[in-house]
């Protein structure tokens, strides 16, 4: 299986942001796959900062949106492994 693209759209001091990291981290490693994990600042570019605002983390798993906020653990695992 080829590694998971993961973006996370995130900021400085994000409290949620690390925690989406981790869980992302943890999940991955405990059901063994490979994730290639790109972080993002959205306040390192206007237009970004302009589309994601507050709304942040959000994580793209393969392009696709998935979570906003909060990663759910079991729909990540389900992700995942699915």
């Not at 991955?28 to 970004?48: N, P, R």
């Not at 949106?65 to 695992?77: I, Q, S, T, W």
């Amino acid at each position: 299986m080829s590694d998971v693209s993961v973006t996370v759209y995130t900021r400085e001091n994000c409290h949620l942001c690390a925690e989406a990291v981790d869980t992302i981290e943890r999940v991955a490693d405990e059901e063994g796959v490979a994730v290639e994990l790109d972080l993002v600042d959205v306040d390192s570019d206007a237009e970004l900062r302009e589309e994601y605002g507050e709304r942040v983390p959000y994580v793209l798993l393969d392009g696709s949106p998935a979570f906003k906020y909060r990663v759910d653990e079991a729909r990540l695992r389900r992700k995942l492994t699915g």
